[in-house]
Every structure is written in structure tokens, then in C-alpha cells.
RNA sequence: GCGGUCGUGGCGAAGCGGUGAACGCACCGGAUUGUGGCUCCGGCAUUCGAGGGUUCGAAUCCCUUCGACCGCCCCA
């Protein structure tokens, strides 16, 4: 065990690795029905749009960026989420400009974050997120939403309860902060030592504190919902009643702070039960003001992003299985005289369209079966010194044992056949002496 | 960044100061000539995450270090 993958990071291994395709097979397909289209951006950036865009007060920026400087002396960082990247790329190539609005883009892939490991939660993580870009309808925000509640819909997650707030926007929301620091400041010593210095940095961020939480201090604090501007307690309402329409459940949460500082009005979380602190598992908002901080035009932006391995955490705990190749069509057995015609053999069944493998071990006939027991293939194809010498080709049936015997030439054709017949399993031809030794598998 | 638990073969897991490191699974080989699954037999850690120390003697005690897991902060 001298090398070891970095802390917090993870090898998703072919079992596993084959859940991951699910979810996000699950994942291209929702956001192609709601019309998305799929953009890579670089795994990192120039560490200044993070700095820019995420916020400089937030955790991310301050403590969990990976940043290095490369040969050239630039600062670079691993992207900590994926709007930035998407808005960096949008504004970069003028997307706004080449098709219609909303621009609806999804990604998914890896995110860095330093911190410590535990569960739900790694150095290296993916997201799966989508960003609609142009247009500032409530109707929008609903149905991102609906994209979001679709899709964890599609893959069976169950208790996901979705939290919605609005965050105001620069015309309401100086004055709210300013209502909740002139409420908190008198009760500054009753604050955790966080939330002090929260009240100078980002007085919002007090009103989600784990530590004295719903205390009535914070419980009655002034509301951001009470204090929106019209255009925003409009838009508000407008998504909630686009919710209610579509008939998705929603609670309404006046205390939920997203930890990015680019949201504007609408922030929504789906969280879910049994992952201790780190219950959200899709989480997303309104971002009306980034582009135009990024250099680009002033559009306004919504999107979500989902924490992969928290979801596949939530979904059904990984099956124990074996670690490799999936269960083979075929699996060829042979040896002496047959040998050389292994790795032919195997190629004319994959060109049939077979999965076939075969042991490349050297080992011997009685090994070379089990093998094909174990790995689950439905035939074996046996090539000894006799078929070998005849041109021919034992075929055995293992959850049977039926077997019959043909021409090496028809061998593809003849399993390709087989294996796509509803009679699959009938008797093998008798010309086989050994059948019947064994009885069948259970 | 803070706190807790823990690191024994491929995996799971005993042992917790005294000559050969249980056991289970997996794996490899065999049980009369070329036929798998069941059963039986045999094999498979000079070594207990790494480094140092205490001791006549340590996987078992102490220190350091690396790592894993869990919780907090924060976040997806």
C-alpha cells in the first residue's frame, strides 16, 4: 500500500462507477427534454474569476480554493463550483448573442473544494448543473426548479423536501441588511463568535447559524421577505404560484442564505433526510448581477448545481459485487491444440456483437470453466485438441449444461442466434458425451 | 481550522507484553484420462499503516507521522 489516492479524493471503481452512469444518463436525459445543452469548461481558471464571482468574504474563496501558480506565474485555481466557469464561457464566446435567450446550458463534472473529508463530502467532488441565461421571468425560475424536482424524480429519491427563499436584490436588499444588523448589533454577546464576526462580513449569513440556530433571537429577526422591493415580491410570488401550478410542494424559509455571494432574489435548496449536516443535495438561485460583474452584459441568470456523490450516497447503498467486466456473453475455453484460437475465436464473437473473454492465465480446462462459472458468462465455448483438430467448436450452455458441438465458422452466428432466441435454453444436439455429469445449477 | 474513533494478509475479523499471528470469505492447486457450480483435502501474513522509543521480549505500552471514518464549521 505505498501510494495512496489523495485525501478527499476517491477511485470510483467499475461497479461503482456503473451507478454513476446511471444517474447521470438520468441527468442528460431530464435536461434534454427540458432542452439544455451540454458545455465542458477547463477544470481550472484563473483564480480571479472565482475571487470575483463566488465572493471574497465567502468560505470557498477564503479557505478551501485549491490555487497554484503555474510556470508562467499565473494564479490558477480548481474550479470550487461550475456557474462561474459557464458564465466566464458564455460571456468569452458571446453566446448571449448567438442564440435565443434563455441561453440553457447543463455540465457536470469535477469540483475542488480543501476542506476535511467526511461523509458527503470530498476534496475532489461532482456536480451535475444547469445555467439559464437572459431572461429574468418567473416562469424561468420555475422551471429550473422543475428540472431539478424532475430529475431527482427520475431516479427515485425520496424525502426531498424544497426550500425556497428570495435574497432581494440590490435595490431591497441593502436596506434589509441594514434592518438586521440595527436588530442584531444590541445582541451582539448573545451571537456565537462566528455569527460576530458574520455581523460585520455578511449579516445574512446569521440568520442560517447551525450553533444558536432557532433561538428566538434569530427567529425574530426581521424577514427578508418582509422587506423585498416590489419588482421582487413580485417575482417572488410569480415563482411560487408557478410552483403551486405545477404542482410541486415547496416550504418557504426566510432563514436559508446560500453561501455564494452572486444570488439575487430566488435561492432554493432540496434537502434531504440521513445526511447528518450535509443534507442539501441540489442546490440553486437567481444571479442577476454576475455577468455584468464578470465584464459581460448586464443578463440576468439561474441555475442549480447537484452534489453527485451526495445523491448517489442517498439512492440504494452500492451493491457488494465484483470489482470488473461485466458478465460475458461468452467465455472461451481452451487450451492444447486449441489455443491459438482463443484470441480469433474471441474476435469473431465480439464482431458478432457478443461480449466474449476468455482466461489468459494459461491455466487448465477445469480452471478455465470455473472461471466462466464465476464471471457469470451464459456459454462456454470449449476448443481442446479434438475440436481444434475437427474445426469445431464445443458450445456449453452452463446454467443448463445442454451442449452442443458446430463448425468453427458457424460458432458466431450460431451463439449470436441463441442468445437472441426466446428458446434459448432447449436441449443441446447429444453430441456431447459428458453432459448429464453434472447436474444443474440451482 | 476544531473534536472524536480507528489503522492486523485481496476483503472481513480475533489477538491487547512472552517461544510458531486464530477464524471466515476470496484466491490457487488437487480428489484416475478433456467439462463449471456442491463436498472434501492442501496452499496462501518472517509480519501486524510508517518511523522512533521503552523492555530480556511488543501486533499488543509510549512518542511522532501518514491515512481512513464520523461530528463541527461551511457547502453540493
Redesign the pocket.
Known amino acids: 500500500?505505498r501510494y495512496?489516492?489523495?485525501?478527499?479524493?476517491?477511485d470510483i471503481l467499475p461497479d461503482e462507477a456503473a451507478r454513476w452512469q446511471a444517474v447521470e444518463a438520468a441527468f442528460r436525459e431530464a435536461c434534454r427534454r427540458f432542452g439544455y445543452g451540454e458545455i465542458r469548461t477547463p477544470i481550472f481558471e484563473q483564480t480571479e474569476l472565482f475571487a470575483r464571482s463566488v465572493g471574497a468574504s465567502?468560505?470557498?474563496v477564503q479557505?478551501?480554493m485549491y490555487t497554484f501558480t503555474d510556470r508562467g506565474g499565473r494564479s490558477l485555481t480548481l474550479r470550487?463550483?461550475g456557474?462561474a466557469p459557464v458564465v466566464r464561457a458564455v460571456i468569452e464566446h458571446r453566446l448571449y448573442g448567438t442564440a435565443e435567450l434563455p441561453l440553457k446550458l447543463c455540465y457536470l463534472g469535477p469540483?475542488f473544494?480543501?476542506?476535511?473529508?467526511?461523509?458527503?463530502?470530498?476534496?475532489q467532488?461532482?456536480?451535475f448543473?444547469v445555467e439559464a441565461i437572459g431572461v429574468e421571468a418567473p416562469e424561468l425560475d420555475a422551471e429550473v426548479i422543475a428540472l431539478g424536482w424532475t430529475f431527482l424524480q427520475d431516479i427515485g429519491l425520496k424525502g426531498v423536501t424544497l426550500v425556497l427563499n428570495s435574497l432581494g436584490c440590490p435595490v431591497c436588499r441593502p436596506a434589509y441588511r441594514e434592518a438586521l444588523v440595527a436588530f442584531l448589533r444590541p445582541h451582539r454577546e448573545a451571537l456565537?463568535p462566528?455569527?460576530r464576526l458574520?455581523l460585520e462580513q455578511n449579516p445574512l449569513?446569521v440568520l442560517?447559524?447551525?450553533?444558536d440556530?432557532p433561538t428566538p433571537l434569530v427567529a425574530s429577526a426581521p424577514r427578508i421577505t418582509d422587506h423585498l422591493c416590489d419588482a421582487c415580491r413580485a417575482h417572488h410570488a410569480a415563482v411560487k404560484a408557478e410552483l403551486d401550478r405545477l404542482g410541486i410542494p415547496y416550504v418557504e424559509d426566510p432563514h436559508l442564505?446560500?453561501?455564494?455571494d452572486y444570488y439575487t432574489r430566488t435561492v432554493f435548496?432540496?434537502v434531504a433526510e440521513g445526511?447528518?449536516?450535509?443534507?442539501?443535495?441540489?442546490?440553486?438561485g437567481r444571479y442577476n448581477g454576475l455577468m455584468a460583474a464578470l465584464g459581460g452584459p448586464d443578463l440576468p441568470g439561474i441555475g442549480?448545481?447537484?452534489?453527485?456523490?451526495?445523491?448517489l450516497?442517498l439512492l440504494d447503498e452500492p451493491a457488494e459485487g465484483r470489482v470488473g467486466a461485466p458478465a460475458p456473453d461468452v467465455y472461451v475455453?481452451a487450451?492444447?491444440?486449441?489455443a491459438e484460437k482463443k484470441l480469433s475465436l474471441l474476435m469473431r464473437l465480439r464482431a458478432a456483437g457478443l461480449s466474449a473473454d476468455a482466461d489468459f492465465?494459461g491455466?487448465?480446462?477445469?480452471?478455465?470453466?470455473?472461471?466462466?462459472?464465476?464471471r457469470g458468462?451464459r456459454y462456454?465455448v470449449?476448443?481442446?485438441?479434438?475440436?481444434?483438430?475437427a474445426g469445431r467448436a464445443?458450445i456449453?450452455?452452463?446454467?443448463?449444461?445442454?451442449?452442443w458441438?458446430v463448425a468453427e465458422e458457424e460458432l458466431a452466428a450460431f451463439l449470436a442466434g441463441r442468445i437472441a432466441s426466446p428458446n434459448e435454453k432447449e436441449a443441446g444436439d447429444g453430441n456431447?458425451?459428458?453432459?448429464g455429469?453434472?447436474?444443474?445449477?440451482?
Open positions: 500500500m495512496q489516492a489523495p485525501r478527499g479524493t476517491a465567502t468560505d470557498i479557505k478551501e470550487p463550483e456557474t469540483m473544494r480543501y476542506e476535511r473529508p467526511q461523509s458527503g463530502r470530498q476534496r467532488f461532482h456536480q448543473g456565537c462566528d455569527c458574520r449569513r442560517d447559524c447551525k450553533i440556530g442564505v446560500r453561501g455564494l435548496e432540496f445526511l447528518g449536516a450535509q443534507n442539501t443535495v441540489l442546490a440553486g442549480f448545481a447537484l452534489g453527485a456523490e451526495r445523491l450516497l475455453v487450451f492444447g491444440a486449441g492465465a491455466r487448465g480446462l477445469k480452471a478455465q470453466l470455473r472461471s466462466a462459472d464465476r458468462a462456454a470449449i476448443v481442446g485438441d479434438d475440436e481444434a483438430r464445443a456449453k450452455h452452463l446454467a443448463t449444461g445442454a451442449q458441438t456431447d458425451a459428458h453432459v455429469n453434472h447436474a444443474p445449477n440451482p
